[in-house]
C-alpha cells in the first residue's frame, strides 16, 4: 500500500541552523506530495506541496523538491527560527478517490535561541 | 468567524460509554475527513465523506460511526469508547478532489 517514511526524531537545533527533514513515499500511481505543519496545540496547516516531479514547493523559506527517482522529498530551511518549532509531517494523495492523506509519522523540531 | 470547528476541545469519558465529537465548516467545502492522532503512527484516516449522505471508511474505521446530513457538519460516533480510542481526533475539509485539506484544532479525548 502506500505509505510515507519520515526521519524520526525528534529534532534539536539552534537558530541560524540549516534543516533538512528527510522524507521518502512509496505509492502506486503518481502521487501529490505535502508537507504540514503543527504549532503546539493547534491543526495541521499546509507549508507547501508538489503535484508532479521536479516540481518544488516553498513557503516561509522553507523548501521542497518532489523527487520522483528517489521516491523523495525531503524538506529543507537554510536558516531556522525559534517560531519553527513544530511537529512536521510529510504525507501524500493519490490523483483517484476522495484524495485521501497518507502521513509520515511525524518529525518534532525544537529550535533553541 | 468562518473555517472549521471542532467541539469539545477535550472530553473525558468511561469505557463503553457512547461519545460524539462534532465537526463544523463553513466554506460549503464538499469533502470532509476524521483523522486519528496516536504518537508514532502519524495521522490516520477514520472516515471521510465526498457529499452530503456520501461516506466511506478509511484505514482505521473500526469503532466509529459517521453521518453526514448537512454539508456542514460531519460527526464522529464512538458507539461504545474503549481505551484504545484515547487520542487526538482531527476533522478535515477541502473543497474539490486533490485540494487542500484545512484541519479544525482537535479534540483531545481520553477513555478511562
Known amino acids: 500500500g502506500d505509505s510515507v517514511t519520515q526521519m524520526e526524531g525528534p529534532v534539536t537545533l539552534s537558530e541560524e541552523a540549516f534543516l533538512t527533514i528527510n522524507c521518502t513515499y512509496t505509492?502506486?500511481?503518481?502521487?501529490?506530495l505535502f508537507w504540514y505543519v503543527q504549532y503546539p496545540g493547534e491543526g495541521l496547516q499546509l507549508l507547501l506541496k508538489a503535484t508532479k516531479a521536479d516540481d518544488k514547493g516553498s513557503n516561509k523559506g522553507f523548501e521542497a523538491t518532489y523527487r520522483k527517482e528517489t521516491t523523495s522529498f525531503h524538506l529543507e530551511k537554510g536558516s531556522v527560527q525559534v517560531s519553527d518549532s513544530a511537529v512536521y509531517f510529510c504525507?501524500?494523495?493519490?490523483?483517484?478517490?476522495?484524495?485521501?492523506?497518507?502521513f509520515g509519522q511525524g518529525t518534532r523540531l525544537t529550535i533553541n535561541p | 468567524d468562518a473555517g472549521i470547528t471542532q467541539s469539545p476541545r477535550y472530553k473525558i469519558t468511561e469505557t463503553g460509554r457512547q461519545v460524539t465529537l462534532m465537526c463544523h465548516q463553513t466554506?460549503?467545502?464538499?469533502?470532509m475527513f476524521w483523522y486519528r492522532q496516536d504518537l508514532g503512527h502519524g495521522l490516520r484516516l477514520i472516515y471521510y465523506?465526498?457529499?452530503?449522505?456520501?461516506?466511506d471508511k478509511g484505514e482505521v474505521p473500526d469503532g466509529y460511526v459517521v453521518s453526514r446530513s448537512k454539508t456542514e457538519n460531519f460527526p464522529l460516533t464512538l458507539e461504545s469508547a474503549t481505551r484504545s480510542q484515547t487520542s487526538v481526533y482531527f476533522c478535515?475539509?477541502?473543497?474539490?478532489?486533490?485540494?487542500?485539506?484545512?484541519f479544525g484544532p482537535g479534540t483531545r479525548l481520553l477513555v478511562l
Open positions: 505509492a502506486t500511481g503518481y502521487p501529490s
Open positions: 465523506s465526498a457529499a452530503a449522505d456520501i461516506t
Open positions: 504525507a501524500l494523495t493519490i490523483s483517484q478517490g476522495a484524495q485521501k492523506l497518507v
Open positions: 478535515a475539509s477541502s473543497e474539490q478532489q486533490g485540494g487542500t485539506q484545512y
Open positions: 466554506w460549503s467545502h464538499s469533502y
